[in-house]
């Protein structure tokens, strides 16, 4: 790294002789890249965290393609007046289909779904049954004639031995739920027919979200004008669901990037705005007397300089790298929404050591070109060695499949080098044109007036403090089974209180067949291979098995002249059966639908086919859709319970051998879980072994890569420790941020070992009264940086700030205590070892 450095040295001297010339090229790249960056959007969409060839993924987006994918806007009308809700329903179709957006140019909505026509399901129920189910419906109406038949004869006694009673109420009773499925109520309303909800389709994509808030903004304007007590004095109204909460759910992310940004920069910049002004005060006070000319308020109104020297710099490394991101990435996802706080707080780092060290400097005498030179020399190679082992920490996350680590890793790792190269090479020429019009305050402290204060040769109780953390590091090493990972993705989602109050004002009760995932076939023999395959492993996995139902509309719906006679033969069997007196005159609700159904004779046609039920078996050209509908037994917001599902359906092999894979939202979050969950082991132990042989190049030592090394690992064991306690589990969203930990915590051991090996033995408190300060200040700034997400509504995000501040904190200690009690015990033992090329080249004191 020297070489590299000495190469780049000139580039120090050309910020002191052209400063202007630096900063125009550096602004009109940033400006370039500025309005790159500002074009960046937030994509929530989990299937989009797996690489794009994901062979899940690739069968969701045909998926869609196919079947399509809309979300619609929900309108709940709600008044015990069944007639007054049509009636408001009726009005709000009309006043809805013709709301226009003028920038479309295109009506907001292009249909509704409001009144189902089921009389032609009711007459075709049969004929759009399983040969499954007519099956068990031709043993319901033999059970139920033999039954009737029995009871009618006199002599006939019924001991309660009849085995098979409750398989013929199952079989009913599957019937009877897969007529309510087939066939729904006329009206969208709720048991007690007090609820209406309507649902309007619109014609901008969901990702549009300025679409979306204008569609929003005019259906507000629009329910304005309606008067809701003239259909019903009780009348109520409320519109949202899905749709409305996707919004919600990306405004607040983006709410919470804003409000983490300005709290967490805010914080940032006051504790360095405040550390300079004490330091350069102190040392300014430090000097001679006679050299004092300015007073307390002329270091007070130049409190701002620190922040412009260091932050102008900043800004511009994050106009470059969210400029790239947009380039290379295009948009950001929800782990990545908030790396803009977080590279602020990490970058602001290198610029606090460099402008730390070149006040000492300037502070021991020298001129403002040899304080930035001698400050690069100096400090430059533990500057540039904790950049690159950040950077390549986070680097190392690009080969992850995992799109949450992958574009997490790019974004960041480039942030890092960015942040590095403006500190280095830009900052100086700030410092230069600032020190050229006098507005830092500086005082040459060398033959102070002050007296000198000793500071300790030892550091204290260093045998206790090496034994201690040791010793915690022991405990947590063998309590590490008690660390868990959070699978529910409920708790890991934000909860939006009008979503949550537009539930409950519907009444919503979910079906026990919800949340499918689709199998696409390319012919209808696959589709029966598929079908047949689902089946023989849910008989095969009994108890266990996460499948509770599976259908396609092949088995329902006849597609060839064969089927269609086969299909009406069986219905002309039922019909038969219903005319056995014993059960012709009976008055059963299952026996009128059964009976309705019977009369069917001709085959029924797909286009006859109501509206919503083309849109459920129908692909979008109008044909019948070549897909398997898996419905999960199990509740899918437990990860556990996702994978599996995943699992147990994720591809079938048919006989021509190609592979079908299953698709779905929850197929692609298992999957995404899983494959985090498989990777994130390989990718913290790649960063750690990347970090190490960078530190081993620095150092060229393998016995001080590994000192410098020590507060990174038992930081880390005292996290884990505190997550352990806490009951603080790990999950999909914070698990990005324990690569990052690494790169950042290890650069503290860095820091030091380099300012001690410069010192030299019994210099510890030398070394922490001076980089321990900076290493502090720079350890607060990330932490800052990272403490904006406590304030975010998502629960995701606040877990990667939790998780962050507790890491960068811990290693913090370590490095501040742990550290310096293992390097004081080595040394009294006469077990340190120093280097020349380390040593100080000069007698000079960096910090008196």
Not at 669 to 691: G, H, K, N, R
Not at 760 to 784: A, E, Y
Request: no cysteine; proline share 4%.
């Amino acid at each position: 790294m020297r070489y590299i450095l000495d190469f780049l040295r000139p580039i120090i001297r050309f910020n002191y002789i052209y400063p202007v010339t630096i900063l125009a090229i550096a602004v009109v790249l940033a400006i370039i890249s500025g309005s790159y960056a500002l074009n960046l959007r937030i994509d929530t969409d989990i299937a989009n965290l797996l690489p794009p060839d994901n062979p899940h993924v690739v069968a969701l987006d045909k998926l869609r393609d196919t079947v399509g994918g809309e979300t619609e806007m929900e309108v709940a009308i709600k008044s015990p007046d069944f007639e007054a809700n049509k009636r408001l329903a009726e009005y709000l179709i009309s006043k809805s289909l013709d709301l226009y957006d003028d920038r479309s140019e295109n009506h907001f909505f292009s249909r509704v779904e409001y009144r189902k026509e089921t009389g032609l399901l009711q007459d075709y129920a049969l004929y759009l049954a399983t040969p499954t189910e007519l099956d068990d419906l031709i043993f319901y109406l033999e059970d139920e004639i033999e039954d009737a038949r029995l009871e009618a004869n006199p002599f006939f006694v019924d001991f309660g031995f009849d085995d098979d009673e409750d398989e013929v109420r199952a079989d009913i009773g599957r019937f009877r739920e897969a007529y309510d499925e087939l066939i729904p109520p006329e009206y969208p309303i709720n048991a007690d027919s007090t609820v209406m909800l309507l649902k309007f389709y619109p014609t901008g994509s969901r990702s549009d979200l300025s679409f979306l808030r204008r569609m929003f903004s005019s259906y507000e304007v629009m329910l304005a004008d309606v008067d809701l007590a003239s259909f019903h004095p009780e009348m109520e109204l409320r519109y949202g669901g899905r749709l409305q909460r996707h919004l919600m759910e990306v405004e607040s992310i983006t709410d919470d990037v804003f409000s983490s940004f300005s709290m967490g920069i805010s914080s940032v910049l006051l504790l360095v705005m405040l550390y300079f002004f004490i330091k350069k005060y102190v040392n300014y006070k430090k000097g001679k007397a006679s050299a004092r000319k300015h007073t307390i308020w002329s270091h007070f109104i130049r409190m701002p300089v620190s922040i412009l020297v260091i932050g102008i710099p900043l800004i511009l490394s994050l106009t470059y790298t969210f400029g790239l991101a947009y380039l290379v990435l295009g948009s950001l996802n929800t782990m990545t929404s908030v790396l803009f706080v977080i590279l602020f707080g990490l970058g602001i780092d290198y610029g606090l050591h460099f402008y730390a060290r070149y006040l000492e400097k300037r502070s021991a005498g020298e001129d403002v070109l040899n304080a930035l030179l001698n400050t690069y020399d100096s400090t430059g190679s533990a500057i540039m060695a904790s950049a690159t082992t950040t950077a390549v920490a986070l680097f190392v996350l690009i080969f992850a499949d995992f799109r949450g680590f992958s574009e997490f890793g790019f974004i960041s790792g480039w942030g890092i080098i960015f942040a590095y190269l403006s500190m280095m090479y830009i900052m100086p020429a700030i410092i230069t044109v600032f020190e050229h019009f006098g507005i830092i305050l500086v005082n040459d402290n060398i033959n102070s007036d002050e007296p000198v204060v000793h500071v300790p040769k030892r550091y204290p109780y260093a045998r206790s403090i090496f034994l201690v953390g040791l010793a915690l590091v022991i405990v947590v090493s063998i309590n590490y089974s008690k660390l868990q990972f959070e699978y529910e993705f409920g708790v890991l989602e934000p909860e939006f209180t009008e979503y949550v109050q537009f539930r409950e004002f519907v009444g919503y009760t979910s079906s026990s067949r919800r949340n499918p995932a689709y199998i696409l076939a390319d012919t209808d023999d696959q589709v029966r291979e598929i079908l047949a395959e689902i089946r023989k492993r849910q008989a095969e996995n009994g108890e266990s098995s996460t499948i509770l139902d599976v259908e396609a509309l092949q088995e329902r719906f006849p597609t060839t002249e064969d089927e269609e006679d086969f299909k009406l033969e069986r219905i002309a069997e039922i019909r038969d059966l219903m005319q056995d007196p014993f059960i012709r005159d009976q008055q059963d609700e299952d026996l009128d639908r059964i009976r309705r159904a019977s009369l069917v004779t001709d085959p029924l046609d797909i286009d006859d086919l109501p509206a919503f039920m083309r849109e459920r078996f129908v692909t979008r050209d109008g044909e019948v859709g070549r897909f398997v509908m898996i419905y999960p037994s199990v509740g899918l917001s437990d990860g556990r319970n996702s994978i599996a599902f995943k699992n147990e359906i994720a591809s079938v092999t048919t006989s021509d051998g190609e592979i079908h894979h299953a698709a779905s939202t929850s197929i692609a979050a298992a999957e995404m879980l899983e494959l985090m969950q498989d990777e994130s082991p390989y990718m913290i132990a790649a960063t750690f072994i990347m970090i190490f042989i960078l530190v081993n190049v620095a150092f060229r030592s393998l016995r001080w890569s590994i000192i410098s090394m020590v507060p990174l690992v038992v930081g880390l064991a005292w996290t884990f420790g505190i997550m352990i306690i806490f009951d603080i589990r790990l999950n999909f969203y914070n698990l990005v941020v324990l690569p990052a930990i690494l790169g950042i915590g290890n650069d503290n051991g860095v820091h030091l070992a380099s300012r001690y090996l410069e010192e030299g033995r019994n210099s510890m408190w030398d070394v922490l009264k001076s980089t321990g300060q900076h290493i502090t200040i720079g350890s607060f700034t990330t932490m800052l940086g990272f403490a904006g997400l406590l304030f975010t509504q998502h629960p995701g995000l606040y877990s990667i700030g939790l998780l962050a501040l507790i890491g960068i904190g811990m290693t913090l200690l370590s490095a501040l205590t742990f550290l310096p009690a293992l390097i004081q015990f080595l040394e009294d033992r006469n077990w340190i070892k120093f280097y020349p090329e380390f040593q100080r080249k000069d007698d000079t004191p960096t910090d008196s």
